[in-house]
């Protein structure tokens, strides 16, 4: 059979395919994970693993380690996979790591020493620079000069199934340069440096973290088994149907939801409308949180509306509609003309109002607002609430505004778990965690709680204890070292005694310390009342280094503060003996009554109390309280902290009793 020319060229160009692709399936190739290449960090004095595939599916592949001239023999197994321990010594460096398997992979820059696992949410997450902008951020990011600590940043992800997938960023392993550094974890990056500029070892951090995420979703199937209160979530989650079921789920919720809104309700939907009569709203001070000053510990919506005489000649122009930060998300309407909607805590909300929606001398604005957990309302954040006009004057918008609840979620069925997103058990366990429990890690480093500060799911002091034990099996290390930052001081400082959520949390972080190989770096005395992002991540870092370097490295240092280690009531006082972690107790700022200390009797309604120091002990009292009963130190979400040692580290906040009342 004759083959016409543009026949001939392509059956050419198949063969030539053909035997390229042939080609390519002969020549062996190493696939590593993505966390496994130059310049990393392995644990030192360890059997780590090494691990990959290849397609020399069959033969034999090598590993030779540089630093002790060694070479394993591995088969490659028929799935193409294929590992490998290798012994490492003490930590030094830099090495080499040559894997054959026909085709030569060279691994180099890799030091031996200690890695450490950091993870959180967005405290831990929070970089140098980028959005966090730490205090001397840029003086910070000049001095970072540490070629022997190394950085590994992992991508946001979620997962529904365990999996071994995971993603880096910047090409992975990266040295500590003012190039590499800005984006990377602050307090991560402290925290290595305490360590490495007191021992001289080399450090390896692997930053896995995500912003406002709560403790479950860090956890695996197997940690939260115990927990009933997930069980069903997670199985939704796993099911391959789970999004259409989430669908129908909300769908319900929203219809039970929808019929709750008493504002709603009453205004047939029209909850916009510029006639509607407010005259039986209460009355709010905008920016502000409602659950703070009008509706406490509620979560849910509340509806705000303010009338605004205009200038007129703004009348029939566009102008500007700035309402700040809003907690949680926005939809926003003007003369009865939806302006915007945004989703989101710290997002600005900047609406432009349409010159079609100004029709007269008199603006209406309503705002629906939701409320998830934790404050909630129109708090403004780094702008003030304000109109803009069209010549660029400014209207005020701050003072009264009237509001209304529209529903109370602890009134209504719980909402369902979305099926995205990584405020769902499991998931970041799944795809942020679980891909790294092969590799030798010296121990973790976490940053988190605030977003659990409110929740009403399982309690706090069960969930932390439960994941450090679950990473420390799924690691295959119990004795793994985990140490934990304790909730800084913010909101509000308030002026009498009151209850307080992040006081709780703070408390499931100290007990936590029952654990072995545990602990925490108090921070209640650096955090900044506005802002759950306090700048100072240097000393965070330094705390939790003075941990690692005093327990592991065997540094005689200062690394905790005061620990109350038993009370006794004598009359109308209570005395407190402390190990002081140090040399000696210091009381700051004890003059009179001491604003950190409350007593009260068995009506369990608290005091604040008088304090004086003897040695290691404390004796305090109030005269309201003749026969007392309990004692608390720092139970408030932005407490002054006035219990130190000589070494200027400042104590847990921490009760006597154990009520729930308040």
């Known amino acids: 059979m004759m083959i016409k020319p543009k026949q001939y060229k392509r059956t050419l160009l198949a063969l030539l395919l053909s035997v390229a692709s042939g080609f390519s399936t002969l020549q062996a190739k190493v696939q590593l994970p993505a966390f496994i290449g130059d310049n990393m960090v392995l644990q030192q004095k360890e059997k780590v693993k090494i691990w990959g595939t290849s397609t020399a599916v069959g033969k034999e592949l090598s590993v030779h380690t540089s630093w002790n001239n060694k070479s394993y023999q591995v088969e490659v197994d028929q799935q193409g996979g294929w590992q490998v321990y290798l012994e490492t010594p003490k930590y030094g460096g830099p090495y080499q790591i040559t894997i054959n398997d026909g085709d030569q992979l060279i691994l180099k ?3 031996i020493g200690e890695v450490w696992f950091c993870s959180g949410q967005s405290n831990m997450e929070m970089p140098l620079a980028g959005w966090g902008k730490i205090n001397n951020f840029e003086q910070e990011i000049k001095a970072a000069n540490f070629p022997n600590i190394r950085i590994l940043q992992i991508p946001k992800a979620t997962a529904n199934q365990p999996t071994a997938a995971v993603k880096v960023e910047s090409g992975g392993w990266n040295p500590v340069t003012p190039q590499s550094i ?3 974890s602050a307090t991560a990056y402290f ?7 007191k021992t001289g070892i080399p450090i390896g951090l692997i930053h896995s973290s995500w912003g406002g995420t709560i403790i479950e979703a860090w956890m695996s199937r197997e940690a939260l088994s115990p927990f009933s209160t997930y069980t069903a979530a997670i199985e939704k989650i796993q099911r391959p149907d789970a999004q259409e079921i989430y669908a129908k789920d909300l769908a319900e919720w929203n219809r039970v939801a929808e019929q709750q809104d008493q504002v709603k309700t009453a205004t047939q939907g029209e ?8 005259s039986s709203w209460s009355t709010i001070t905008i920016p502000s949180f409602f659950d703070k000053n009008l509706f406490p510990g509620m979560d849910g919506v ?3 509306g303010k009338d605004v005489e205009l200038p007129a000649h703004w009348q029939g122009k566009p102008f500007k509609l700035i309402l700040g930060a809003i907690d949680d998300n926005d939809i926003t309407y003007v003369n009865g003309t939806k302006v915007g909607e945004t989703v989101g805590y710290d997002q600005i909300r900047k609406y432009t109002v349409p010159a079609t929606a100004n029709n007269g001398s008199l603006l209406h604005i309503a705002v629906r607002v939701f409320d998830g957990a934790g404050d909630g309302g129109i708090y403004g954040g780094t702008e003030q609430p304000r109109l803009e006009g069209p010549n660029g004057e400014q209207l005020s918008l701050v003072g009264d505004w009237k509001c209304k609840v529209g529903y109370d979620l602890a009134k209504l069925p719980a909402k369902p778990n979305a099926m995205e997103g990584p405020n769902r058990p499991t998931v970041l366990y799944n ?10 890690i010296k121990g973790a480093i976490w940053y988190q709680g605030e977003s659990n500060a409110d929740s009403k799911d399982a309690p706090y002091q069960q969930l932390l204890p439960a994941l450090i034990q679950d990473w420390r099996q799924q690691w295959n290390n119990e004795k793994m070292p985990f140490y934990f930052v ?6 509000a400082k308030s002026v009498t005694p009151q209850p307080s959520s992040w006081a709780r949390l703070r408390e499931a972080q100290r007990q936590t310390l029952k654990l072995p190989y545990t602990g925490m770096a108090v921070i209640t005395d650096i955090g900044d009342a506005q802002d759950i992002h306090p700048k100072n991540k240097q000393d965070v870092g330094r705390r939790l280094g003075w941990i690692a370097t005093a327990q592991l490295y065997g540094k005689k240092i200062p ?8 009370w006794t009531t004598k009359a109308a006082e209570m005395e407190l003996s402390f190990n002081p972690m140090g040399k000696k107790l210091v009381l700051k700022g004890a003059d009179n009554r001491n604003s950190s200390f409350t007593i009260a009797g068995a009506d369990q309604v608290f005091y604040p109390a008088e304090v004086k120091q003897v040695g290691n002990k404390l004796i305090v009292s109030a005269k309201e309280v003749p026969s007392p009963v309990a004692v608390r130190y720092g139970w408030a979400d932005n407490p002054d902290l006035t219990l130190y040692n000589e070494a200027g580290i400042p104590g847990s906040p921490f009760r006597t009793d154990d009520w729930t009342k308040n």
């Open 182 to 184: 800005p984006e990377f």
């Open 271 to 278: 909850w916009f409308a510029p006639q509607l009569d407010k």
């Open 431 to 440: 795809a942020m965690v679980k891909p790294f429990v092969d590799f030798k």
């Open 191 to 197: 925290f290595a440096r305490e360590i490495y500029e």
């Open 109 to 111: 820059n890799i030091l």
């Open 486 to 491: 304790q909730l800084a001081n913010f909101k």
């Open 559 to 566: 690394y905790s503060g005061p620990v109350l280690q038993h």
């Open 302 to 304: 509340v509806y705000f």
